[in-house]
């Protein structure tokens, strides 16, 4: 079957920059995570496929290879053979080969390979991992210190990385010589390939290890230490260097990156570094006035004076009583939002003072109730209007 286009699998146009590049392959990094969907293989497919894709259209040069000849460009030929010297490099890797001569050295000082052109590398890095967590608003307000159990390839213990049974060592490749890569002459070009014997790593295992069969590496747990800084934001990403996955051999080890989600709260809407809270009052309290008390994110209490008169939807602000901004002392604004409340469940003797209170209020209708009186005038013109 046929690989799904780079950029489709990614929902970007091709000439997606890096940051919509980057905010794209994040958000489905998140929702097809494994963490997020044990046991779905669906789901599980779908996450390599966009970590292999965002792998290729984050790095200029893969980038530029991918976009002249596809995915061609990777699989040791030119789009199945239908591009320039497909027949004659036939047996040599085709573009794949090419391309890591004319890219390997700057590719491979990226990864941390340790393998210059033409050098052999025994070590090659290992893969970066993510990992997802959901953190509560107050965490999010106040920092975090917690654990992370990760499940990843480490270094084995019984070869210590090395990948030779205990008492034995790797040798040198035979065929390449411990260069890594061999060359060929065809027609007026000389083509340099991995070598096919070693992998291009310039050594062989006759005796591999029991422990890793060979590859230096065994899955396990471990226990990491991460600390979530105050006034983080939901999508930020930590990076912890070196706790990823080993890399091969005794290779330098992929980082770990951490995806924050921050949990709905159900009393507070952030937006940046201010926080909107709604709070209802009660309809004596907003006509005549009085303090209402009012929670904060830090978990204290702050009085809040509703003036005579105060309308549903009115807010308040309250300077500095927001969000953490991220590496600083500095904090947002908390706005609080007046939901006049209509009192139910009424006695008679209230009901009665209502009653009471609305036939005063028709003669002075409009210094009471300005609002409904002012709309009230309007449909009467908008009547009148009609009428002509």
């Not at 596809?70 to 794949?96: D, K, L």
């Not at 990843?152 to 213990?157: D, Y």
Request: proline share 4%; hydrophobic share 30%.
């Amino acid at each position: 079957m046929a690989k799904k286009d780079y950029y489709e699998t990614l929902g970007v146009q091709k000439g997606a920059g890096a940051d919509e590049l980057k905010k794209a392959y994040r958000k489905l990094a998140m929702q097809y995570h494994p963490d997020k969907n044990p046991d779905d293989k669906s789901a599980e497919k779908k996450f390599k496929e966009i970590n292999e894709a965002y792998d290729v259209l984050k790095d200029d040069q893969k980038r530029a290879a991918y976009d002249r000849f596809g995915h061609g460009a990777f699989e040791g030929g030119m789009g199945g053979g239908a591009g320039p010297g497909a027949g004659g490099f036939s047996g040599f890797g085709g573009f794949s080969d090419i391309f890591e001569e004319m890219f390997g050295d700057f590719m491979g000082a990226q990864a941390g390979g340790g393998r210059g052109r033409g050098g052999a590398g025994s070590a090659r890095r290992g893969n970066d991992l993510s990992h997802e967590m959901e953190i509560t608003l107050e965490e999010a307000f106040a920092g975090k210190d917690t654990q992370l159990k990760v499940s990843s390839w480490q270094p084995c213990g019984g070869c210590e990385g090395s990948g030779a049974e205990k008492g034995t060592k790797p040798d040198t490749c035979d065929t390449c010589r411990g260069a890594g890569r061999v060359r060929a002459q065809q027609g007026f070009f000389t083509v340099e390939r991995t070598c096919p014997s070693c992998g291009g790593v310039g050594q062989t295992i006759k005796t591999p290890c029991n422990a890793c069969s060979g590859s230096g590496r065994t899955r396990k747990e471990k226990m990491l230490k991460l600390s979530v800084p105050a006034g983080v934001d939901d999508g930020t990403r930590i990076r912890l260097a070196g706790e990823g996955e080993a890399g091969l051999r005794s290779g330098a080890p992929g980082d770990l990156y951490v995806f924050l989600s921050i949990k709905p709260h159900r009393l507070f809407q952030r937006d940046g570094a201010d926080l909107y809270c709604r709070v209802p009052v009660p309809v004596h309290t907003v006509a005549l006035g009085g303090d209402v008390e009012v929670p904060t994110i830090d978990g204290k209490r702050i009085s809040v004076n509703v003036p005579a008169g105060t309308q549903t939807g009115t807010q308040f602000r309250l300077k500095g009583k927001g969000m953490t901004i991220l590496r600083s002392q500095n904090r947002g604004d908390m706005y609080v939002e007046v939901t006049v409340e209509t009192p139910v469940n009424l006695s008679k003797k209230q009901k009665d003072l209502l009653r009471e209170f609305a036939g005063d209020s028709k003669n002075a209708r409009n210094s009471n109730n300005p609002q409904s009186s002012g709309f009230f005038d309007k449909v009467k013109d908008l009547w009148e209007d009609l009428k002509d």
